[in-house]
């Protein structure tokens, strides 16, 4: 190997005379690779790898030098990997700013190796078959709300707050806090906003941030989209290696869509885009005339949880509910309703979310009916009519109901004027410990 001349110049060797010269490294996924060749003083990126229409491989190849006498930027543009004459007209335009390096070689070996990796995709693994209960147990970046790498979807009506969920959660995310009734593993965030402004969602992370009393990095990064997110999947992917995110917010998908949010083709690209990233995802939606999700089915079907968000709100209150009620599942039970009492004081420039029972809030009316009988009687035994005039039913269906859910519920017997009395049954209730009365009954009223 030959070394430094006098001029700092290092004297041409080819990969054939200096095949150690040569040797290289190269990381990187998902179509965003660096590349280095520590001996020769030169690395690379790759990026906006893709396949054209007619079968050529081409990517965005960015090179540069920290050699003495030619360090900084040497060449970027696009590259025709699978051309030979594209690669050496490439290599000749790198000889023209550094001409003591064999590009013909170190482009012959970038590309064999960027399309090996990009024809090869991921790699086929066996499956083991033999996984524990908790190994197949589904992995939460926030239990329970977002799966690892999976698409979790928030929707309801414009205006109602739903957007302040996803700031809090990338808040939390951002801090590794869990508090309102999430567990959260840490991680960066990467919020990708369709509807706002930097200055807005900051000014409202800040406020999130100033209520539970955090200082410090926030591990969020904004990104202002303007078109969608799979014409900007190669610059959203980049951002996602290089800041290693592990949690995206789409807000929101109608704007993230390339087309009409409608057709199955801007749907399925949609959440391609997003499952090619391999992060976790959190992704805002809205609702349609019928209250479910807006557009094509395939917003349904792609999701891994969704969740319908519900607002309940006085006017010129600085207070506010939310309810996330859930409405698909995999790879776990439905979860439990969640409410949260919002709070936001401008004046002290501070916001607060706290989970709250839904039981004590005007939310309650989201309940299953079972349960708002239920939540009627954990005071005390009431009549069909009295149940009936609480949960603004008819009568009939509240006798079905009793009956439908029978495990739940118990007739006390009648009260003075001759009408049937129900009360819930607690788990430590038998028939044989009730008495015929309301104290023998409630045994464990609740407050």
């Given at each position: 190997?030959?070394?430094?001349?006098?001029?700092?110049?290092?004297?041409?060797?080819?990969?054939?005379?200096?095949?150690?010269?040569?040797?290289?490294?190269?990381?990187?996924?998902?179509?965003?690779?660096?590349?280095?060749?520590?001996?020769?003083?030169?690395?690379?990126?790759?990026?906006?790898?893709?396949?054209?229409?007619?079968?050529?491989?081409?990517?965005?190849?960015?090179?540069h030098s920290n050699r003495p006498m030619s360090a900084g930027h040497i060449k970027?543009?696009?590259?025709?990997?699978?051309?030979?004459?594209?690669?050496?007209?490439?290599?000749?335009?790198?000889?023209?700013?550094?001409?003591?390096?064999?590009?013909?070689?170190?482009?012959?070996?970038?590309?064999?190796?960027?399309?090996?990796?990009?024809?090869?995709?991921?790699?086929?693994?066996?499956?083991?078959?033999?996984?524990?209960?908790?190994?197949?147990?589904?992995?939460?970046?926030?239990?329970?709300?977002?799966?690892?790498?999976?698409?979790?979807?928030?929707?309801?009506?414009?205006?109602?707050?739903?957007?302040?969920?996803?700031?809090?959660?990338?808040?939390?995310?951002?801090?590794?806090?869990?508090?309102?009734?999430?567990?959260?593993?840490?991680?960066?965030?990467?919020?990708?906003?369709?509807?706002?402004?930097?200055?807005?969602?900051?000014?409202?992370?800040?406020?999130?941030?100033?209520?539970?009393?955090?200082?410090?990095?926030?591990?969020?990064?904004?990104?202002?989209?303007?078109?969608?997110?799979?014409?900007?999947?190669?610059?959203?992917?980049?951002?996602?290696?290089?800041?290693?995110?592990?949690?995206?917010?789409?807000?929101?998908?109608?704007?993230?869509?390339?087309?009409?949010?409608?057709?199955?083709?801007?749907?399925?690209?949609?959440?391609?885009?997003?499952?090619?990233?391999?992060?976790?995802?959190?992704?805002?939606?809205?609702?349609?005339?019928?209250?479910?999700?807006?557009?094509?089915?395939?917003?349904?079907?792609?999701?891994?949880?969704?969740?319908?968000?519900?607002?309940?709100?006085?006017?010129?209150?600085?207070?506010?509910?939310?309810?996330?009620?859930?409405?698909?599942?995999?790879?776990?039970?439905?979860?439990?309703?969640?409410?949260?009492?919002?709070?936001?004081?401008?004046?002290?420039?501070?916001?607060?979310?706290?989970?709250?029972?839904?039981?004590?809030?005007?939310?309650?009316?989201?309940?299953?009916?079972?349960?708002?009988?239920?939540?009627?009687?954990?005071?005390?035994?009431?009549?069909?009519?009295?149940?009936?005039?609480?949960?603004?039913?008819?009568?009939?269906?509240?006798?079905?109901l009793l009956s439908q859910y029978s495990k739940m519920f118990y007739n006390m017997?009648?009260?003075?004027?001759?009408?049937?009395?129900?009360?819930?049954?607690?788990?430590?209730?038998?028939?044989?410990?009730?008495?015929?009365?309301?104290?023998?009954?409630?045994?464990?009223?609740?407050?």
């Amino acid at each position: 190997m030959k070394d430094w001349d006098d001029n700092l110049h290092l004297v041409r060797d080819t990969a054939e005379e200096s095949p150690e010269l040569y040797k290289f490294e190269i990381s990187g996924r998902d179509g965003i690779y660096h590349a280095e060749w520590p001996n020769l003083h030169i690395g690379a990126k790759v990026n906006m790898v893709h396949r054209s229409s007619n079968h050529e491989v081409h990517a965005m190849v960015t090179f540069h030098s920290n050699r003495p006498m030619s360090a900084g930027h040497i060449k970027y543009g696009r590259l025709n990997i699978t051309s030979v004459t594209a690669r050496k007209s490439f290599a000749k335009e790198c000889e023209a700013r550094e001409n003591s390096v064999d590009w013909d070689q170190v482009l012959e070996v970038l590309g064999i190796s960027i399309l090996d990796r990009f024809w090869a995709g991921t790699e086929a693994v066996e499956l083991s078959g033999d996984l524990s209960a908790v190994e197949v147990d589904a992995k939460w970046l926030v239990n329970p709300l977002i799966q690892v790498n999976n698409i979790t979807t928030i929707y309801g009506q414009g205006g109602i707050g739903k957007s302040w969920i996803a700031q809090f959660i990338a808040v939390l995310v951002g801090s590794g806090t869990s508090v309102a009734g999430f567990h959260v593993e840490p991680g960066n965030v990467l919020y990708c906003d369709w509807e706002t402004t930097e200055l807005e969602l900051n000014a409202r992370i800040s406020m999130l941030r100033r209520g539970l009393g955090h200082t410090g990095n926030t591990n969020i990064w904004y990104k202002r989209m303007y078109s969608s997110l799979e014409e900007n999947i190669e610059a959203v992917k980049e951002l996602v290696v290089d800041k290693n995110i592990s949690l995206i917010i789409i807000d929101s998908v109608a704007a993230a869509c390339m087309g009409d949010s409608e057709t199955s083709a801007a749907a399925t690209g949609l959440y391609n885009s997003i499952n090619s990233l391999s992060v976790s995802s959190l992704c805002i939606h809205h609702d349609n005339k019928k209250g479910e999700l807006f557009g094509s089915a395939y917003h349904y079907h792609r999701s891994r949880l969704i969740l319908e968000v519900e607002q309940k709100q006085e006017p010129q209150a600085h207070t506010f509910f939310l309810g996330a009620f859930n409405r698909k599942a995999n790879n776990t039970a439905i979860l439990q309703d969640m409410t949260f009492e919002v709070t936001i004081l401008k004046d002290e420039g501070t916001a607060t979310i706290k989970k709250v029972d839904i039981r004590d809030t005007p939310l309650e009316e989201h309940m299953r009916n079972a349960d708002r009988i239920a939540n009627a009687l954990r005071r005390g035994g009431l009549t069909v009519s009295e149940l009936a005039e609480r949960l603004d039913k008819t009568e009939s269906h509240i006798r079905n109901l009793l009956s439908q859910y029978s495990k739940m519920f118990y007739n006390m017997g009648k009260n003075a004027e001759g009408f049937d009395r129900y009360a819930n049954i607690h788990k430590d209730f038998t028939p044989q410990t009730y008495d015929g009365g309301i104290e023998g009954w409630d045994l464990k009223p609740e407050a």
